[in-house]
């Protein structure tokens, strides 16, 4: 069994989510559960791969080899039963980052991108600062803050000339992990209308007990998407800056390849490779494991609040480690409700960045005992904000 359980020593080592509790957040004593990276440490065989390559005293510039280009074909045959040419990965060193190439490479100025609100607020940032066009599908909730896709109206906006839709899969913030079903009918509209479909997968790897994830690489026609994805959120290794698009397109791939290549685009951090290597071809239990102790940290988040504030509801949990928090019923917005938090001791995302004021999000992957230490802060928040003067 790995250990979970041992906080990582984050605080005063530069770890973004830890040191600028004071300087961001006013409180340098809160405990942190913003940015989407996990307080316990990555697999010990990353760590000893990466002092051995320490060790060896080597870091000029490298290629991308061909071992590195077979784990992450491995990986995604055995993870995700989807059976790619090793040659159809393009590696980069963040998914934003590619995903912003991608956009001015397939894209004009001016042209329709579409993205599904709420989601991961750099979506819209690359559109804009890019000088697209953006286009909200808005996603559906129900009672039980379920959310589906609003295909009628996605229909209406790909046929009204997007170039390009952005899809969040498993998607963040809302938790959903999207049935094949869903995947192959937003392929299909998007090959009807002639939209490019970029599927960003980063967390595809993180699922909780009873969901599957389903690859856009299976549903689309190779001519028409492009999966983003990485080792950085399933292993922790955010910082190590390695990434990649597949892209089973010749032609789709070769532009790309050009439009980063005269960028200077090169393969990246030596390191980062090395991680991911490792990762895909010796960690898969680890990964494993995870996914059981992040299923248990949710259900615990579910326990306390079913108990103790019955009246906040909480989308379930299908994949990803961030649980998406409806705290409308104080009346207060979520950035005064964020702001109450903060003095409680506790950083969470603010809704409203994603596109939906009046809930938060609540970053799950941690030690345990974090966890149980944070949820009566975020509790004492919530009801700060609700009191009336
Ligand atoms: C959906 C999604 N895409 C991309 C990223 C960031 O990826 P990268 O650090 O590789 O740019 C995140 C991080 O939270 C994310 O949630």
Redesign the pocket.
């Known amino acids: 069994m790995y250990d979970f359980d041992t906080p990582a020593p984050r605080a005063g080592s530069g770890a973004l989510k830890w040191d600028l509790r004071g300087t961001s957040f006013g409180n340098p004593e809160a405990l942190p559960f913003w940015?989407?990276?996990s307080d316990y440490m990555s697999p010990p065989e990353i760590g000893r791969a990466i002092r051995e390559a320490a060790d060896r005293c080597v870091f000029g510039y490298n290629l991308v080899t061909d071992s590195w280009r077979r784990a992450v074909a491995g990986w995604i045959k055995n993870r995700h039963d989807w059976e790619i040419d090793p040659a159809w990965i393009v590696p980069s060193?963040?998914?934003?980052?590619?995903?912003d190439q991608i956009v001015r490479c397939f894209t004009d100025l001016g042209d329709k991108v579409l993205i599904q609100t709420p989601?991961?607020d750099?979506?819209a940032a690359v559109v804009k600062s890019s000088g697209r066009t953006l286009v909200e599908n808005r996603l559906i909730r129900d009672g039980g803050l379920h959310y589906s896709m609003d295909f009628s109206d996605l229909e209406r906006d790909l046929a009204s000339g997007v170039k390009l839709m952005v899809l969040?899969s498993p998607?963040?913030p809302v938790g959903r992990v999207w049935t094949e079903t869903e995947i192959r009918r937003v392929a299909e509209l998007c090959e009807k209308h002639g939209a490019l479909l970029v599927s960003?997968e980063?967390?595809w790897d993180i699922i909780m007990p009873g969901h599957r994830h389903f690859t856009a690489g299976r549903a689309g026609t190779a001519e028409n998407v492009i999966v983003?994805s990485?080792p950085?959120?399933t292993f922790n290794v955010?910082g190590l800056?390695c990434?990649y698009a597949v892209i089973p397109s010749p032609a789709l791939r070769r532009k790309l390849e050009c439009w980063m290549e005269a960028r200077h685009m090169d393969s990246g951090n030596n390191m980062g490779l090395i991680a991911c290597e490792v990762a895909y071809t010796r960690c898969a239990k680890w990964a494993d494991e995870q996914n059981e102790y992040l299923a248990q940290n949710a259900a615990l988040v579910r326990e306390y609040f079913g108990e103790r504030l019955p009246q906040m509801g909480i989308a379930p949990l299908q994949g990803?480690y961030?649980m998406w928090l409806d705290i409308s019923f104080t009346g207060a917005g979520s950035e005064q409700v964020c702001a109450m938090m903060n003095r409680a001791g506790a950083v969470l995302n603010d809704g409203a960045r994603y596109g939906d004021d009046g809930f938060v999000r609540l970053n799950i992957a941690c030690p345990r005992a974090q966890l149980l230490q944070g949820l009566p802060r975020v509790e004492e928040g919530i009801r700060r904000a609700g009191e009336k003067d």
Not at 93 to 99: A, D, K, P, R, Y
């Open positions: 940015v989407a990276d060193t963040g998914v934003v980052w590619e995903l989601v991961y750099p979506f969040c998607h963040n960003d980063i967390h983003l990485a950085s959120k955010a800056k990434s990803t961030l």
